[in-house]
């Protein structure tokens, strides 16, 4: 069901806490599930993509109660996961279907995992093939490159290996299938990516070393049970922070948010276009987090490229909006990334502000936005990604018309308070 948004470009005002990130919320239960005794998550997004990451541990034999946002998983360590009696639906989640299949490729029996038809579309050759290098048994569509995916466990062999583009997603399920491979696994990167596998899994007990760009993990570990305190989403946060930018008078303060610095280039990138964002740090364990406050600030266009896509690329969507109301001409490359999204998003994004009056034009891997520009009320579609929902709710802050969303339910995948949130803050 649609859902129409109209405000009289208002300021925003006061203080929310965003929900718990959605890659560390994904990692606390799999870790949990991997480690020997009683795993507690404090702050454990209840998003449509982390509740299929639970639904399939579940259905290996995990026992997790939910209780709000306090999860308490069960297990006896990987040896006593059970092959599943169903097929393990991964939703619209990438980073579970991704990370998943390094985990089941070292088990001791077969399993097979769907998701949505958006995930029917994602391609997963980028991580079946690293995985079959290490003597993973996978198939499916399009020789094992599309879901659905059937996965026989196997003893792997550890590699070293060469990641062609940054990937976090690749890493993880590398990484993750290394902890059942005889040998040594290494993982070099290209540039750094988001790093949340490496801090959960040193803070499980594992042993695991990096040394510049090289990652290496020795097969056979055993972690332990542990306590996750999952902070805010960086990356939900962000349409919060992009909609007090763009929104005049605006003052906000969002608590407890993660400020992992492979996750914060949507922060350097809003204060190199002259943004008000200050910082307080919390005291924190594993990953840091802040107190972050937004005041509303003349903005210029900027360039975003090379090693800083892989620190905001989710968060794109967003920043194309906000270049719309910067001085000058903004460009963003080297996000072809963004291509292989929920949807093609660099399509979509220009397609969906280009309906609102935006100066915006695509480019092979990314777009060229000139600014500021009036923006004028409209239709826009979703394209059922969570990215594209939020933006067109914050663009309506400073549309002259309301704007029309076409399936709002989309954005409770990572955000399932944020039009509530969104209210209060406008009020």
Known sequence: ?????????????????????KSISHRAVMFGALARGTTTVDGFLMGDDCLSTISCFRSLGIDINIDGDHVIIKSGGRREWKEPEVVLDTGNSGTTTRLMLGLLAGTEFHSVMAGDESIARRPMKRIVEPLR?????????????????????????????????ASAQVKSAVLLAGLSADGITTVHEPVPSRDHTEIMLKHFGADITRQGDVISLTGGQELSAAHVQVPGDISSAAFLIGAALVSEGSDIELKNVGINPTRTGILDVFESMGADIR?????????????????????SGTEIGGALIPRLIDEIPLIALVATQANGRTVIRDAEELRVKETDRIQAVVTELKKLGADIEATEDGMVIQGPTALRGAPMTSYGDHRLGMMAAVASLITDGPVTIDDPGCISISYPSFFEHLDKLTQ
């Open 1 to 21: 069901m649609s859902k129409t948004i109209s405000y009289t470009k208002p300021a925003l005002s006061g203080s929310v806490q965003v929900p718990g990130d």
């Open 133 to 165: 290098l290490m003597g993973a048994d996978i198939r499916g569509r399009a020789n094992g490159h599309f879901t659905p995916l059937a996965v026989k466990g196997t003893q792997l062999k550890a590699i070293d290996y060469t990641m062609p583009v």
């Open 279 to 299: 910082l307080t740090e919390r005291d924190s364990e594993g990953e840091q987090s802040a107190d972050i406050q937004i005041r509303s600030a003349a903005l």
